[in-house]
């Protein structure tokens, strides 16, 4: 059968499972279009339907060994009606352990076929870790799985989850971090961080988190365009220091067709 469009939805704080995402739905040479979750603005209100002549690409990463739980959530008003699926998680070069088997068993709870699934690098949210992933080579190398993938499930569509790395039941994880940004005088209120932010955790003065929204996903770091959202604490610095050591040595990419 040929496809007629593909679709990339992702929650994607820092944008590493956005560009591992967009690189797939690329690869594929369909029509493209794209869904992003990340914001709390963005959450979906009601289901979001596909068909059976379309290609859905997910996008979430890895926190603790799992999907982000908000991830999840977000992904369950997703409908397929036997919808091929390309399952994608996004990790920090330390292991994506039970992420990848999980997405692909959302996926196919609501209706996808898992067809390819790959458990991408890409800069790790916390230290410098795989700062420079997804690079050129990665890229090229996930467009390729996209364009392979499509071209297989054009002959025939197989369920690729049960050769998906991963345990069941699931580890713990899939909760935010423990470290919580703060906001310099370079502030200039202009509500960036607010809008963007997963959970609504910044107050409107862009000034203080709440702590119990605050997933830790640095994603107003990484939007602030005054670069005053920072997490500069001893205890972070230290923490940070000796994870970049420990997850010095670069992983591989792991796509399954
Ligand atoms: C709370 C939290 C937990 C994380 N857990 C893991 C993990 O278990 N394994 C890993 O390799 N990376 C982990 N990471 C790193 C992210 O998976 C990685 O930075 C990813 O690129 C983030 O995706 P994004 O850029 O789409 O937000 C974690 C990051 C955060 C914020």
Do not use: W
Request: proline letters at 6%.
């Amino acid at each position: 059968m040929k496809f007629k469009k593909v679709t990339a939805i992702y929650f994607s704080p820092t944008s590493g499972s956005l560009r591992n995402a967009m690189a797939v739905a690329e690869g594929t040479g369909l029509p493209m279009g794209s869904i992003d979750m990340t914001a709390l603005k963005n959450a979906p209100l009601g289901e979001i339907s596909f068909g059976s002549d379309e290609i859905v690409v997910l996008g979430a990463p890895c926190y603790g060994g799992r999907i982000p739980e908000i991830a999840s959530s977000r992904f369950s008003l997703l409908a397929g009606n036997d919808t091929p699926c390309i399952v994608t998680v996004t990790y920090g070069n330390r292991h994506y352990d039970d992420a990848l088997v999980e997405l692909c068993d959302l996926a196919q709870s609501h209706g996808f076929i898992p067809i390819a699934a790959a458990a991408l690098i890409a800069k790790h949210t916390y230290g410098h870790i795989a700062e420079s992933r997804p690079d050129e080579i990665d890229l090229e190398t996930t467009r390729l799985f996209g364009q392979k993938a499509v071209c297989g499930a054009e002959k025939a569509i197989i369920d690729v989850t049960p050769s998906v790395p991963g345990n069941r039941p699931y580890k713990d994880g899939g909760k935010g971090g423990i470290f919580r940004p703060s906001t310099t005088d370079a502030c200039v209120k202009c509500s960036k961080c607010v809008s963007e932010c997963p959970t609504g955790a910044i107050s409107d003065d862009c000034r203080t988190i709440d702590n119990a929204k605050c997933l830790a996903c640095f994603r107003c770091i990484s939007v602030c365009p005054m670069k005053a959202k920072v997490m500069d604490s001893e205890e972070y610095r230290a923490f940070a220091e000796g994870f970049t050591q420990k997850l010095s040595v670069p992983r591989k990419n792991l796509y399954i067709l």
